[in-house]
């Protein structure tokens, strides 16, 4: 069955240290995104792609970075972490049709000491 | 820029009590409308959408919401919650200008005494 997976589910680093999520699907959907999940906000959008070597900021894309070098993997970095980068992160797959139905992973808990 | 808003960020209810969760949006243009849940240790899935036709869409589990353009809302509504229903409801818009962005709400929380 097609998937979409995150890892790692869990991590803990220290401020300053850079941090690299990775985001795979095998829907093979053009469209991926990543949120981060923080309580009172829901889901924010950082940064999202349409296709391979297309990527767009989101509304808190400060600190994040992303490259599409293929269809099934957005990997998210973390240049250097801060304290406030600590979240639940979310990545997400969609087909690109009209309207688009977004498919989510299971999540990274990431903790920045 | 389009803003969702989720009136309720918590709510507690008794099993078969009826469910109504407030969901406005601001965006003058056509939009699509989703509706989706995040069962406790579970990934966010799709309850239901709406992008055309009848404003009343029936969705997974007994869900239903409401679209009423001019007031700029889509309710989720559910007329008896079981325990199960414990979770966090997040209401979402795609404008449809042609992108795929979707804007999420804050997110409410129900739980559902047994």
């Known amino acids: 069955d097609a998937e979409i997976t995150q890892s790692p589910r869990h991590k803990i680093t220290e401020t300053g240290r850079q941090v690299t999520l990775a985001c795979h699907q095998t829907?093979?959907?053009?469209?991926m995104f990543w949120y981060r999940q923080d309580l009172g906000h829901g889901l924010r959008l950082i940064h999202y792609?349409?296709?391979?070597?297309?990527?767009n900021k989101g509304e808190v894309s400060d600190g994040y970075s992303v490259s599409r070098s293929n269809t099934e993997d957005l990997p998210l970095t973390l240049e250097s972490a801060a304290s406030s980068q600590t979240s639940v992160y979310f990545c997400?797959?969609?087909?690109?049709?009209?309207?688009?139905?977004?498919?989510f992973g299971p999540g990274t808990r990431l903790t920045v000491l | 820029a389009q803003s969702v808003s989720q009136h309720n960020h918590h709510v507690i209810l008794s099993e078969a009590a009826s469910l109504e969760l407030g969901c406005n949006y601001s965006?003058?243009?056509?939009?699509?409308l989703f509706w989706y849940v995040q069962y406790p240790g579970q990934h966010l899935q799709l309850l239901l959408k709406?992008?055309?036709?009848?404003?009343l869409v029936k969705g997974i589990k007994g869900f239903e919401a409401e679209f009423i353009k001019s007031k700029f809302s889509f309710n989720l509504r559910k007329p008896s919650v079981q325990w199960s229903d414990t979770a966090e409801y997040f209401c979402?818009?795609?404008?449809?200008?042609?992108?795929?962005?979707?804007?999420f709400g804050a997110g409410t929380r129900l739980f559902v005494k047994a």
């Open positions: 997400a797959s969609s087909p690109g049709l009209d309207p688009d139905t977004q498919y």
């Open positions: 829907w093979n959907h053009n469209n």
């Open positions: 792609s349409y296709g391979v070597q297309d990527t």
């Open positions: 965006y003058g243009g056509t939009v699509n």
């Open positions: 709406y992008f055309s036709g009848d404003p």
């Open positions: 979402a818009v795609n404008a449809n200008t042609g992108g795929f962005k979707t804007i």
